[in-house]
């Protein structure tokens, strides 16, 4: 079992197989590329030949078994795309091999085709770093950030949201795997062994940075609780007042678009802070030509966000943008009409949202689910009323009723953790605001705790015997 499987001669030897006695992970297939046409070698790896162990609950593996010790390692994560090496054109494995199957891939191949004739720079300097016969970190990386790159030179409206979250969650995989080796080694972060200014310097374009990339998670975090909220009015309204509109609309959307452009104004910001330097400094041309570092240099992301302003930097960001497309993949595509596709891209979102600390962004992603299941189990519940009904339809409809149950009891389920999980968030602003009621009511505390800023949800879970929190007992004192 291999947990960051590499080709190196000693690991096979320490499994006792010569070099000789070795077998290819690969089998090839000569394939044309879908953007320049040419027949090029790409390489397979073998079915059953390695199989995923451990996951994450984000469906990262952790670790692969091989079937044979003869078999020689390589890290499977690696070779997920496909990559022309005449024209640089990079896509899934079944887009490659059949583009006619989506429509999709029409436009990508267009726009790549446009993109290659006006010897586009990204496209350039992602590309003429991959070392193909020997894929490690740095070169995955590239590859990956040039699928992702094509796919968005597509118009807005026919992108494919769903493999761009796709892309950008292998992206921050990628990211994990270069740390996770670091701290298994104890090795920091590579530094610039030869600055060019003075550390004065140095360091104010370090704090110049850090504070774009914390208003950029500040923007993130601003947009995503408007539209939690602006989902929760739409419900409120529709529940208590039977409108199938918000009455005041107009207004609500004008601030939410006012919130979702202040992230881009940011990186507009940014971006152009980065151009004015970089002329400054008479390294705009150089950097843009140059591709002779390594995805291991800290100012790599900094060089290619010259030209590509959104290029994740770190696995969080790229978590935070893969969210991004599922969100609009369950809104606008049909692959996820039914629930059960639905709550599997949802939960991985909801996890995804976690592990970046959007604790309420999570919950907001689950009560969204929570609600679908609702409609969707009324609408099923409304269809068996109806007259005349076959017994095969009923049927049909009974089943889904039950794969719908199913999926809303794991809501559930996935609710009570994240409530769990705000629970313990405000869990020191709780004790210390009943350290300072040590004998008031449970009425009066509640009220306390409400006037502190503390939800009634979160309240109510605790005061919930179910739960067994420690603090119910003094939330339901006389």
Not at 37 to 54: G, M
Not at 232 to 260: C, L, Y
């Amino acid at each position: 079992m291999s947990r960051f499987s590499t080709n190196s001669p000693c690991i096979l030897s320490l499994q006792g197989v010569s070099l000789s006695e070795t077998q290819s992970p690969f089998f090839t297939r000569d394939t044309p590329c879908p953007g320049c046409k040419q027949v090029s070698v790409q390489r397979h790896i073998r079915l059953r030949a390695v199989n995923p162990v451990n996951k994450e609950s984000d469906q990262h593996v952790l670790d692969y078994k091989w079937t044979s010790p003869r078999i020689q390692q390589i890290h499977p994560p690696f070779y997920f795309l496909l990559l022309c090496r005449h024209c640089f054109y990079t896509d899934t494995i079944e887009d490659f091999e059949t583009p006619d199957n989506s429509d999709y891939s029409r436009w990508v191949i267009k726009c790549n085709k446009d993109a290659r004739n006006a010897s586009d720079p990204v496209i350039q300097l992602l590309s003429s770093g991959i070392q193909y016969d020997d894929i490690n970190f740095d070169s995955a990386m590239r590859i990956h950030l040039l699928a992702t790159y094509l796919q968005l030179l597509s118009p807005p409206d026919v992108i494919d949201s769903y493999k761009l979250g796709r892309l950008f969650l292998r992206i921050a995989w990628l990211y994990r795997e270069r740390s996770q080796k670091r701290d298994s080694a104890g090795s920091k972060s590579p530094q610039n062994e030869n600055p060019t200014k003075t550390s004065e310097i140095s360091d104010l374009g370090e704090l110049v940075l850090t504070g774009f990339g914390e208003a950029e998670e500040l923007a993130y975090a601003f947009s995503s609780k408007w539209g939690a909220l602006d989902k929760a009015i739409q419900q409120d309204v529709e529940s208590r007042f039977d409108e199938k509109t918000v009455p005041f609309k107009e207004d609500i959307d004008v601030t939410g678009t006012s919130i979702d452009s202040l992230l881009e104004q940011v990186k507009v910001a940014k971006t152009a802070y980065l151009i004015y330097v970089a002329t400054e400094e008479n390294s705009v041309a150089v950097r843009a030509s140059s591709t002779g570092y390594s995805m291991e240099d800290t100012s790599f992301i900094d060089k290619l966000r010259l030209m590509w302003p959104l290029a994740p930097s770190t696995e969080k960001e790229a978590m935070r943008t893969a969210v991004k497309y599922f969100e609009q993949a369950l809104s606008t595509d049909p692959r996820f009409e039914s629930m059960e596709s639905d709550f599997r891209v949802s939960s991985l979102s909801v996890d995804l949202l976690m592990r970046c600390g959007e604790i309420d962004s999570a919950f907001g992603f689950v009560r969204g689910i929570h609600s679908s299941c609702m409609e969707t189990r009324q609408l099923y519940m409304n269809k068996l009323k109806e007259p005349d009904m076959k017994p095969d339809r009923k049927k049909k409809i009974q089943v889904l009723i039950k794969r719908n149950n199913a999926t809303l009891d794991c809501a559930l389920d996935l609710g009570t953790e994240l409530m769990d999980k705000l629970v313990e968030r405000e869990l020191p602003r709780i004790e210390a605001i009943i350290k300072k009621h040590p004998k008031s009511s449970s009425k009066a505390l509640e009220e306390a705790l409400v006037a502190a800023g503390i939800p009634n949800g979160i309240i109510n879970h605790i005061k919930n015997p179910k739960n067994k929190n420690d603090l119910a007992q003094v939330l339901l004192r006389k």
